[in-house]
Structures are given as C-alpha cells and as structure tokens.
C-alpha cells in the first residue's frame, strides 16, 4: 500500500530543532490522508473523501486519484473529526472521534475486503452462533470483538433456537455439497422454525435457484418459481438488503421474465451504487448463459461504464461485440466499435490474466485474412502437387 513519506536534506543537529520548533509553532491545521482500495485489494480511484468537524460547523470533501489515495492538509486544528468514504452518494465505510495531533499526519486508511470481510464474518456468526478458527484468523482483535458484541446481544435468541441453528448448518452442508434437493429441504424446515430469518429465506431462495439449473420442464418451474418467492420473503424482512434483490432479478431471469428482472437489477443499482458495476456483469452473465446476447452487451457495457477497471465485464464486453464482425473481401475480420479497445482494456488490466491468451489471439485475427472460399480435399490436393511441381521446375 503507497505511503505518504517526506524526507529532509541532512542538516546539523542545532538546526534540525531550530526548523522543528517553527514548524509545530507555526502550524495552524493538521493532516488526514490515506489509501482507498476496493474488494480486490485494487486502489479505488474517484472515491470521495467526506472530512466533517464535530463541535463546529465544517467539512470538506476530495477524491481519491488513480493510485487510491487522498489527502486533506488544511484541516483546523483542536476538536474531533467523522472521516467518511462516499461511493455514488453512499456512505460506505466511516472512522468516528477522529482526533488528529500536531506534528505529523492522521492516516486514515478504507480497504473494502477488509469491510467484506468484517460483514460476512458478522453475517455468518449471527447464523450459526460462532466464528470458526479460519474465520477467526482473517479478523484483527477489534473486528473479532465486534463480532463477539454482535453475538452477546443475540445469545438468547441463539439459545432458544438451537433446533433452527442445528438445521439451518445441515442445509449449508449439503447446499456446500452440490446437495441441493437436500439442501431445499433441509432450508424448509429451518423457514418453518424461523420464518422471521431473512438469511434462512435467502439461502432457500439460493438453493432452489441451484437446484433449478439441474431440473427440466415443470420440475424447473417449479423450482424457480420457489427460488423467486423465498427471495420475496427473504426482501420483505430485510428490504435494505441489495444481494437480495440482485439475486432476485437473477431468479426472474431464469424465470424469463425480462422487464421485471431489468426493474430488480434497477433498484439494487440505486441501493448500493459502489457495487453497481457487479449487478451489471450479474445481469449480462446470465443473459449470455440465456443467449440474449445484444442485451448481454448492454449489460456489460454499463458495468464498464460503471467501473473500466472491472477486467472481467472489459473482455466479456468484448466477447459479445465479436458476434457482430463482419469479413470483408479481403478476408479481413472487421470488428464493431468497441472491440478491439475493451479486449485491449482486458490484456491492460489483467496481462496475465485467465482470458489473457484468447484477447491476444481475437486482436491478431482482426489484422490477418481469413480464408473464405471452400476447396474439396481432393481440389487441396491437386492445388499442392500443382504448387510444389511449379516449385520442382523452378530449381531446374
């Protein structure tokens, strides 16, 4: 992670002090930087910055820059500070009772796997009553205690539903296990045990979904048609939740029922907008997986636009353009607009990457002629005899 540092030219101990006392004497503001940085550990650039004063009256707002990183050195010295990070108009993440000192800078640091991370492990403790070892080790000592004040507050409601608990961990395992007619029933019960549980419908909701995909006919209907109304029930008592609906809309897909699946997407982009970006490739993934590929490309493209740096949506978008290339009469592969600069957006921002190989080879065959006319094998044959006798004759 980039750091801010300074360095001072070497000076004699007399004036190294003389320059210290001016500078602390002098100094009227303080200091607050830091780096932002996405789910993927990647810098976050265009972030904004929210710094507010709490006894008084003022804020001041900035962005991140390409590398992730911010900085604010006019902030008025004495009181305490709410520093903010903002993506589209929402409150992400916050650090409250900022009190910044004289003499070197307040780092103010937001990393989203971290906030992830913090999340699930609170979402999964409040599910199954505890952290296990591995979940437990990804968390520094503050996040483990936030995770354990979750927990004290809910350990009745945990005691008293020890049943729902003990189902609820069985359906997990099986839905783990690819399980997921076991994994369906299993989150039956557990909705019968605790239908005021929005993550014990969003889980059924998910395992129908699963088990869907491996149905035909009236038996996947049906089970998508169970997928969409858990996924009702899981919204109605969390409406806040965005996963919810984006994964509602994906279940309206599968149900081919476009316009309301547009609508759901909708909304969990309005709902979360950092996110936006991922809603967008969700929808585009299944739409291709469905074969509406010009709305596929819609869909990609607006997860761009959301965020360029999504290398996944860059060389998907690509992908779904290439259907619509032309050959012209020399044989020549003539992509439409857009082509060529998302797979090369692709190779820029994942070199190494998955989908590497095949964006090279799509951009080399825009430059090379493709062979258009048909010949027999018997035609190919007598083409290459007739080729290396000219050739024969030449040496003579």
Known sequence: MARFTTKFAPL???????????????????????????????????????????????????????????????????????????????????RDNVKPRLGEPTRIDFDQAELKRVRDAQEIAAQTGTLTPEQARKLTSEQREQVQAALKSRE????????????????VAAFDAGQFQAAVDAFNKAAE???KQDVVWGRLAEASLSLGVQKAGAEQEAAFAKSIEAYQKAMEL???????????????????KLPEAQAAFSKAIAMDPANAYKYYYNLGAVL????????????????????????IAQYQYGLSLLGKAQI?????????????????????????????????DMLASFDEAIQTNYLSPEAKKRAEEAAKKKQQQKKK
């Open 238 to 256: 969390k409406p806040a939740e965005s996963a919810y609906v984006n994964n509602y809309g994906t279940a309206l897909v599968r149900m081919k």
């Open 328 to 360: 012209g009469a020399d044989g020549k592969i003539t992509p439409p607009p857009g082509t060529r600069e998302a797979l090369q957006a692709y190779l820029e921002l994942e070199p190494n990457g998955p989908n590497a190989q095949p964006a090279k």
């Open 12 to 94: 004699g101990a007399c004036a190294v002090l003389f320059l210290f006392a001016c500078s602390v004497f002098a100094q009227t503001t303080y200091t607050i930087l830091g780096n932002v940085t996405d789910e993927a550990g990647k810098p976050l650039e265009g972030a904004v910055i929210r710094i507010e004063r709490k006894d008084i009256k003022w804020s001041a707002n900035l962005k991140t820059n390409r590398r992730g990183e911010y900085i604010h050195a006019g902030v008025p010295v004495g009181g305490t500070y709410k520093v903010t990070f903002v993506v589209g108009g929402t409150d992400v993440d916050f």
């Open 193 to 195: 045990l605790g239908p």
């Open 288 to 311: 291709t997986n469905t074969g509406q590929t010009d709305a596929a490309s819609v869909a990609f493209k607006q997860a761009i636009d959301a965020n360029p740096k999504y290398a």
């Open 156 to 171: 009745k409601e945990i005691a008293s539903n020890k049943a729902l608990n003990d189902v609820f961990n069985e359906a």
